[in-house]
């Protein structure tokens, strides 16, 4: 699989998020060179809690508290869950969200997407998108998802990555944006995760990615 890289916006002191930002950096990524592909991608997060059994509190130790689901865009026939206390990643089919609803052991809390465009770029495939909750229109952040094709290995195509971003945050720099795009620098190794780039690595990224927005939200 593709290594990629995973990126959020963060505006400048006394600024905020908005759509026209949102516009903007689309138009540095098509003036970068980017050709629009005519597809458009969904990454959702769900936030789980424990349900109640019996009218009484679940028991601490008897279910994971802090659950986390991720259905990537690119893998629709698996569903991500991310046991963060534990550091662990687990992979299950699609219909296993079917199956939590009959048994009613979890309930959705929260429903973030992430959505936007898909570019090319040479041997880059880009994603440029918002994150909003699945019941309004709010614009909770702007992220941006970068995808090298050629390579799997997370410590060769390092560099070129990192030159990537060097010129792109150039671009940005030049183009006068009210803000600028913060690597979301993930723990692979607290999960376990190797070099070879895998579902599990991006889902982990897009966890520290919405856990960077929402405690940007509380500051």
């Known amino acids: 699989m593709p290594v990629k890289w995973l990126m959020h916006w963060q505006p400048n002191q006394g600024s905020t998020l908005s759509s026209q930002v949102l516009a903007e950096v689309c138009q540095c990524v098509e003036g970068f060179g980017a050709a629009a592909k005519d597809r458009k991608w969904r990454t959702t997060l769900t936030f789980y809690r424990p349900m109640a059994r019996d009218g009484a509190a679940a028991p601490v130790n008897d279910v994971?508290?802090?659950l986390l689901g991720i259905a990537l865009h690119d893998r629709p026939s698996a569903y991500f869950f991310i046991l963060r206390?534990?550091?662990i990643i687990l992979q299950a089919d699609a219909n296993v969200q079917l199956l939590m609803d009959k048994l009613q052991s979890y309930k959705a809390r929260v429903v973030l997407h992430f959505e936007g465009s898909q570019y090319q770029l040479g041997d880059f495939q880009l994603r440029v998108g918002k994150c909003v909750p699945s019941m309004s229109e709010t614009l909770r952040g702007i992220m941006m998802e970068v995808e090298y094709l050629p390579l799997s290995s997370i410590e060769k195509s390092r560099p070129i990555m990192e030159a990537f971003f060097d010129i792109w945050h150039e671009?940005?720099?030049k183009a006068s944006l009210p803000g600028h795009f913060v690597i979301s620098d993930s723990s692979f190794a607290d999960y376990g995760?190797?070099?070879?780039?895998s579902p599990q690595h991006t889902s982990l990224q897009y966890a520290t990615c919405i856990a960077q927005l929402m405690a940007a939200g509380r500051s």
Request: net charge neutral; no cysteine; hydrophobic share 15%.
């Open 171 to 173: 671009t940005i720099t």
């Open 85 to 87: 206390h534990h550091r």
């Open 64 to 66: 994971p508290r802090d």
């Open 193 to 197: 995760l190797q070099d070879y780039y």
